[in-house]
């Protein structure tokens, strides 16, 4: 495994934000069968007391008829951060925050993941690319 970095410095300057390709969209479900079916789809999902949310490809939301609201792009940022590191999460969300973007993040195992509207995928990409430039 590639050295994980700690500090928020380290974790921003080495980020090297990528847009994946693909749409994808936050959906729920209470039924146990539905979410049988879509879970080999999902990128993502988590328990809630309302429900599964899941996050899948755009595709397979609009084949299952769920309604299409807020469809989002994917930027992985590319830092093997560490699990106790603080202050990546806030320096990504305070400057996408400042160019008036939306975004959900998802921290998963070795990567952190920005979700931000589909049609501002490519700013939310400049954005983070000067965050990074600037060190935090």
Same mark, same amino acid.
């Given at each position: *495994? %590639?050295?994980? $970095?700690? &500090?928020?410095?380290?974790?921003? +300057?080495?980020?090297?934000?990528?847009?994946?390709?693909?749409?994808?969209?936050?959906?729920?479900?209470?039924?146990?069968?539905?979410?049988?079916?879509? +879970? &080999? &789809?999902?990128?993502?999902?988590?328990?809630?007391?309302?429900? *599964? +949310?899941?996050?899948? %490809?755009?595709?397979?939301?609009?084949? +299952?008829?769920?309604?299409? /609201? =807020?469809?989002?792009?994917?930027?992985?940022?590319?830092?093997?951060?560490?699990?106790?590191?603080?202050?990546?999460?806030?320096?990504? &969300?305070? $400057?996408?925050?400042?160019? /008036?973007? %939306?975004?959900? *993040?998802?921290?998963?195992?070795? =990567?952190? =993941?920005?979700?931000? %509207?589909? /049609?501002?995928?490519?700013?939310?990409?400049?954005?983070?690319? !000067?965050?990074?430039? !600037?060190?935090?």
């Amino acid at each position: *495994m %590639p050295e994980v $970095a700690h &500090s928020a410095h380290d974790m921003i +300057s080495g980020m090297t934000p990528t847009l994946k390709p693909g749409v994808f969209v936050f959906i729920t479900t209470t039924d146990p069968a539905m979410f049988e079916v879509l +879970s &080999s &789809s999902a990128i993502s999902s988590f328990k809630e007391e309302e429900g *599964m +949310s899941l996050l899948v %490809p755009i595709e397979v939301a609009e084949k +299952s008829n769920f309604e299409i /609201d =807020h469809p989002m792009r994917c930027i992985t940022l590319n830092v093997y951060s560490s699990l106790e590191g603080v202050g990546l999460t806030a320096a990504v &969300s305070t $400057a996408l925050e400042k160019a /008036d973007i %939306p975004c959900n *993040m998802i921290a998963a195992f070795h =990567h952190d =993941h920005v979700f931000v %509207p589909s /049609d501002m995928g490519q700013k939310a990409m400049e954005v983070l690319a !000067a965050l990074q430039s !600037a060190g935090g």
